[in-house]
């Protein structure tokens, strides 16, 4: 079964303070996302990965970059946490022959 | 933008009646999903309906398209507790960028 997981699951922040969060998944999947998701907007694409060493801006990237050092991993990196980037991060993969995204468990972000 | 939404923000219904949501979006697109939410989890796919397609079926599930209004609309029928979620629509123009996700309709199960 596809698998995608996040860690931690949980991160309380510092305003200013860098933060890193990961995601793996075992599906072998080209493409991988981070979103994130907030009370009133849904899922928003923060970036997005076509493979190994690819990264590229979705539509709210600022404050944040992406690192995707192989197939199977996918980092969003926040350098300097500021209290609007508390949130809700998903990270999905998808096949690129066919349009689903798996999902991971999300993590719960939040910058004091 | 919001290129995708749902119609309604809540429904509730009691176990064993069917309950529809419905979606609208704003561009061609090449396939419509629908993803299902429960809480404290990621988002999962539930059934993916292509821009030629009118109708998908999946189990309890029937999804429905109509590219000239623009709309899709999701039924689950014989509802059980464990149905309720937060159903999102999703489309895609280009699936290396993502999915737009409408804002979501939660839907409620009771016994």
């Known amino acids: 079964e596809a698998a995608v997981t996040q860690s931690p699951r949980n991160k309380v922040a510092v305003t200013g303070g860098k933060v890193t969060l990961s995601c793996n998944q075992t599906n072998n999947h080209n493409n991988m996302y981070w979103y994130r998701q907030d009370t009133g907007h849904g899922l928003r694409l923060i970036h997005y990965s076509y493979g190994a060493g690819s990264t590229e801006k979705g539509d709210i990237p600022d404050g944040y970059k992406a690192s995707r050092p192989s197939q199977e991993n996918f980092s969003l990196i926040l350098e300097l946490a500021t209290p609007s980037q508390t949130s809700v991060y998903f990270c999905?993969?998808?096949?690129?022959?066919?349009?689903?995204?798996?999902f991971g468990p999300g993590t719960r972000l939040t910058v004091l | 933008s919001q290129l995708a939404e749902e119609n309604l923000w809540a429904l509730s219904v009691h176990e064993g009646e069917s309950v529809t949501v419905n979606c609208s979006y704003k561009?061609?697109?090449?396939?419509l999903q629908w993803y299902r939410q429960k809480s404290g989890e990621g988002p999962a796919q539930l059934i993916l309906?292509?821009?030629?397609?009118r109708e998908k079926r999946n189990g309890r599930l029937r999804a429905t398209l109509d590219t000239s209004s623009q709309s899709s609309s999701l039924s689950i029928t014989a509802t059980r507790c464990e149905d309720t979620a937060v159903y999102f629509c999703a489309t895609d123009d280009n699936y290396a960028q993502g999915l737009t996700f409408g804002l979501g309709t939660r839907v409620s199960v009771f016994p």
């Open positions: 561009t061609s697109i090449t396939a």
């Open positions: 999905a993969s998808g096949d690129g022959d066919r349009v689903e995204q798996y």
């Open positions: 309906i292509r821009s030629n397609e």
